[in-house]
């Protein structure tokens, strides 16, 4: 007696069920293949660029090693590094899981520091317990308004956010600029805020950061949220198809607010965890070029939250060994902003040759196609 067509399609899904849990070691050992291809070919033609300016690679990436991994001061300076990157990566990764690509990350860094820093020195007599996580809120809360901008645009009007985070990035950098020159300057030549109270400021462990802690707790809550809740599968289900989402019931206009906003309070949260526990203040130009890294390590990381924190510990350990290579191998600085813009370009060629396949792929197809084609 032949099986009912209901049992069947079950034994297929449970086979089609196994078929997936058997690829993905190997789906996840691809994805990270790449990624650590892209540093070993940056890092070959790095030495191949420093043995041409007549230098020795080897003390080069061992001077490199002593400043940012020998020791525990070594280990801290490349957590210190590496806190602000992986926030900044989240915010571009977290985005482009909804199909949004957020250029504003430092607009809204420096948004999340200022406005830290006004509330750790302008509010006084609070206890620790409770002045560092409201200096937090109040910082997180001003880059995701701030990001929301770029999301509500996007939802009502159409703007691509592209286009608007990169002028939003103007307007936060003249406005940060102007109420630390005007409203909440120290007294005194250079121009920034008054320092913060000591209940503001984010404590060390010897050499450790909390912050870095801090950051990866941010990147565990994006991965579960995006994996393991319906929030993020609508998150997903919007990046991969917003027309089939919202024919799906899903609310598209509210996924891409909610989600700009929340990538604006990771980049946030990158900046006033800087200021409180780095900085100890808001100075304008301290915090240049932090977000816009946050491109670079969420291509690194393949957009995959927990893919962030390798990805900022790299180039954290590159930008706290740098000073090193420099004084002890006479390595230019800029030998180490070429080896880590070689790593974001091995890492990318792949991801643009596999986007322009498929478009041809796609066309061939519209243009092959006829009635009766099977």
Known sequence: MPRSGGATGAVDDDRASNQRQAYAPVNLLRAALVPVLAVVLAITVGAIIIELSGLNAFEAYRALYDGALADRKGIGRTLEKATPLVMGGLAVAFAFKAGLFNIGGQGQLVIGALFAGAIGYGVTGLPWIIHIPLALFVG?????????????????????????????????????????????????IIVRTPAIETSAEIPRWDHLPTGFALSVA???????????????????????????????????????????????????????????????????????????????????????????????????????????????????????????????????TPILVKWVLRRRESSDISVGAHWGDA
């Open 218 to 348: 941010a990147a565990i809550a994006c991965w579960y949220l995006l994996e393991r809740t319906t929030f993020g599968f609508e998150i997903r289900s919007v990046g991969l198809n917003p027309e089939a989402a919202r024919y799906a019931g899903i609310s598209v206009s509210r996924i891409i607010i909610l989600t700009m906003a929340i990538s604006g309070m990771l980049a946030a949260l990158g900046g006033a965890i800087e200021t409180q526990g780095v900085v100890g203040r808001y100075e304008p130009g301290f915090n240049a070029g932090l977000g816009f890294n946050g491109i670079t390590i969420a291509l690194l990381a393949r957009t995959h939250p927990l893919g962030v924190i390798p990805a900022a510990l790299l180039i954290g350990a590159m930008e706290a060994g740098g000073s090193m290579m420099q004084f002890k191998a006479d390595v230019d600085p800029e030998i180490t902003e070429i080896i880590e813009a070689l790593m974001l370009l091995f890492v990318a």
């Open 140 to 188: 997180a809360l001003g880059g995701a308004l701030w990001g929301m901008i770029a999301g509500v645009l996007k939802a009502t009007r159409g703007a691509h956010e592209v286009i608007t985070t990169i002028m939003l990035n103007f307007v936060a950098l003249n406005l940060t600029d102007w109420l630390t020159s005007k409203v909440w300057r120290e007294p005194g």
